[in-house]
């Protein structure tokens, strides 16, 4: 199987943006492309990485964080 290259900042565009509203709302990747201004391949294949290291949950239902990256955002340890 062929690695993907990491797109951090592409990453980082997509855990803040998930993080940043006051609700934990579920998204499709194609609002989260909208959002960030990402094609929405790209934010794909960022989001299936991030799912792969335990950062998102991911299913048909659509993205959100996982509790440990909210509640690490809770702590301050993700700075928004």
């Not at 803040?16 to 998204?27: H, I, K, P, T």
């Not at 989001?47 to 959100?64: E, F, K, P, T, Y």
Request: aromatic share 2%; proline share 2%; with cysteine.
């Amino acid at each position: 199987m062929h690695a993907q290259a990491r797109r951090p900042k592409l990453e980082r565009a997509i855990v803040l943006e998930l993080l940043s509203g006051e609700d934990e709302r579920v998204w499709s990747c194609a609002e989260l492309a909208a959002a960030i201004g990402a094609p929405r391949e790209a934010v794909e294949e960022a989001v299936r990485q991030l799912r792969d290291v335990g950062i998102l949950d991911a299913s048909a239902n659509g993205v959100c964080a996982t509790s440990a990256a909210v509640r690490l955002d809770a702590l301050g340890l993700i700075g928004i």
